[in-house]
């Protein structure tokens, strides 16, 4: 449908309008802009928004976050139509991991355990055997027999984060988030100078010079976890800018501030194409029902089972 005058649109009405009367449910990840996180039914980190999808009763969900996001809830919800805002919302961690490339590594270690990072194309997820989120991927590969061979994939950082924390030998594939890489440890350390007595919150797809600074490193629903249950008043943030707005909302007399990224001045530490989704792109994709999400039948079925492993193992 063409809407022609859309500033006339109370986007947040007409949203809730179409939700209620298409019986669609809006999940959004913590790095979507704040007026999006605060109209959706359920906000959460990767793993809360596949255990979520995975248990709905809509006819719609409506992916608020990135491409492999809706490819997740597509392949845990086949029968609902599943959208996301901006087709164009991909993420340069899974792009990092073509599948033709992963394939031919992973057939250099056929006696391998295949990891995956849940931030890969449904391709790469069909070529695994457990999908991880940096929930849960300590647990899973801490829950593995000892003598198991692993290989992790595409996050260096977070693989060499679970590696030296377990003390497991993993085979790890060479890629990274551009958002995560770019966070700067001088000037974290120079902040630090400002702010002596703040906690510094990573994220594990952060370097492991960033990451040695950290006094909790995690998910984004850990870091969320820990500045709301810790008595610390200042927290520098190493990861995506959207999760500031739940942090902000969940402890309003607490500062947090953004850690600064290498190659600017400013703190702007945003993933570009989580913020393509915006309140007026929400409103017409619940308005037409596209973009939809598919994924093809034969790579949805063998991409499901180690998904579903992970969202068992989770539970344990
Ligand atoms: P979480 O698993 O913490 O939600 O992270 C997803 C992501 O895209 C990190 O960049
Ligand atoms: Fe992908 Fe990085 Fe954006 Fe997360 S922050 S969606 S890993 S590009």
Known sequence: MNVDNTSAIDFKKEILRLKEEKNAIILAHYYQKGEIQDIADHIGDSLALAQIASTLDADIIVLCGVHFMGETAKILCPDKKVLVPDMAAGCSLADSCPADSFKEFV?????????SYVNTSAAVKALTDIVVTSSNAMKIVESLPAEEKIIFGPDRNLGRYISSVTGRDMVIWDGACHVHEQFSLEKIVELKKKHPMAHVLVHPECKKSVQLLADCTGSTAALLDYAVNS???????????????????????KLFIPAPPEDSVCACNDCSFMKLNTMEKLYKCLLDESPEVTVDADVAEKAKLPILRMLEMSKK
């Open 231 to 253: 008595d610390i008043k200042e927290f520098i943030v190493a990861t995506e800018s959207g999760i500031l707005h739940q942090m902000r909302k969940s402890c309003p007399d």
């Open 107 to 115: 057939s250099q270690y056929p006696d391998h355990t295949v990891i």
